[in-house]
């Protein structure tokens, strides 16, 4: 069990994250979504009490309790008011270890997992975000839903939530955070006690591989027709944890797409008026994950915006970025870092995402430093290195027979284009 501590007195809380190294990556074929459901489990009765009654305590401790998952993780998280937190970590240690798993509380939590899954088709973003995952990351972990689908939450059972429970939550497999209004010493005590009912157990293996980008130029267009915006994301495989250039990576990135005077931006937006934003970020987990770039330009400005992204990207990598941007970018990150680490809760984030996804220890607290370092060289071979412009997914949400002609027509080199239903 590892254990971080984060104490600060400056508000009254105390902030518990019991956190586990096995996610949706650990879901079975045709069983996605089985870690989140058991996740949210916890809280629908155990170690003797029933939801209602799980409810009842936190709510008279003056706390939260809430639990997720992700890839690779899966968290569950409290907070309360300092004076209660032996209380409260001893209702969340007897809950997750010793859980119902009671076949009419997953029953009723299938149809609201369903239910959410419906919903969601409503979102375009979230259709642009799915379609271009699946596209970058076809037959991979990455590519599938944390949430899972219809039919996969549909077949999921109390064994089923049993069986994975037994095998990832554990003492072995366990990342303990304790912040807020703790001595050292206070804190160490409530990680004790939060893993007090565990078993001993073993680490969970990794089951991730390593992505390759795929070849080509692909376009993969999810037709949702009466739409006057469309939802735009260009993106392929970007950075690894272990990558020598990652913040490198970061500040050029953010160069194109990462502030208001980014070239995105001024070209996109401020110059054409074709979005509202335009975004360009490099993705994070403990695998090689996504560059992503992003616009939500309007039907009949759909078809330049994606050729213009193209070009963006095209010249950013042929040119690099010029002094003056990298000046101006370095400033802008290592002035706004302050706000990523203002309160105890965010500085033990930070000190977890380390851990579950595999960071460099000083990947947080030697970032302002590493981000002054990057020269212009620097940038111009990171981008070089991690991102091909030749190796795109094109993922549109919007009407195809009103675009997807001209969509098709304005990326060059366009290798494939499939148009799927948006439900």
Aim: with cysteine.
């Amino acid at each position: 069990m590892k254990v971080i501590m984060e104490p600060s007195a400056a508000l009254p809380l105390v902030s518990m994250t019991l956190a586990f190294r096995a996610g949706s990556a650990h879901d079975p074929s045709g069983k996605e979504g089985l870690s989140r459901a058991t996740a949210r489990m916890l809280r629908r009765g155990g170690a003797g009490l029933s939801p209602s009654q799980i409810e009842e305590s936190v709510d008279r401790l003056g706390g939260s309790f809430s639990a997720d998952s992700g890839f690779g993780w899966t968290a569950v998280g409290a907070e309360v008011l300092g004076r209660n937190a032996e209380a409260m970590a001893e209702l969340v240690s007897k809950v997750i270890a010793r859980p119902d798993f009671d076949e009419n509380e997953l029953g009723k939590l299938r149809r609201e997992i369903e239910a959410g899954i419906v919903e969601s088709r409503d979102s375009d973003a979230t259709l642009a975000a799915r379609a271009l995952r699946r596209e970058v990351f076809p037959d991979h972990a990455y590519g599938r839903r944390v949430g899972g689908y219809v039919p996969t939450v549909q077949s999921l059972t109390p064994d089923d939530a049993r069986d994975h429970h037994s095998r990832h939550f554990n003492r072995a497999n366990a990342v303990v955070v304790v912040s807020g209004d703790v001595t050292k010493k206070r804190a160490r005590a409530l990680a004790e006690q939060l893993i007090e009912h565990l078993p001993e157990g073993k680490a969970s293996p990794d089951p991730i591989p390593e992505a390759t980008a795929r070849p080509g130029r692909h376009l993969v267009f999810v037709d949702k027709p009466d739409r006057t915006q469309m939802q735009m994301l260009i993106g392929t495989i970007g950075a690894h944890p272990d990558d020598e250039d990652l913040t490198a990576l970061q500040v050029a990135t953010a160069v194109l797409g990462g502030t208001f005077s980014a070239r995105m931006m001024q070209e996109v937006r401020v110059q054409r008026g074709w979005s509202y934003g335009a975004y360009a970020r490099v993705g994070l987990d403990r695998h090689r994950e996504m560059f992503t770039m992003q616009a939500a330009p309007g039907s009949s400005d759909a078809a330049p915006c994606a050729a213009l992204l193209v070009e963006l990207l095209e010249k950013w990598r042929a040119d690099g970025v010029t002094s003056d941007e990298l000046s101006f970018t370095k400033k802008y990150l290592r002035r706004s870092h302050v706000f990523d680490i203002d309160t105890a809760a965010k500085r033990a984030q930070q000190k977890l995402d380390v851990e579950l996804h595999g960071l460099p220890s000083d990947y947080h607290s030697g970032y302002t430093d590493r981000v002054k370092a990057v020269s212009v060289r620097d940038a111009a071979e990171a981008i070089a290195r991690r991102v091909d412009p030749q190796s795109l997914v094109i993922a549109v949400v919007g009407s195809h027979a009103e675009s997807g002609a001209a969509i098709e027509k304005a990326i060059p080199g366009l290798t494939s284009s499939t148009v799927v239903p948006y439900d």
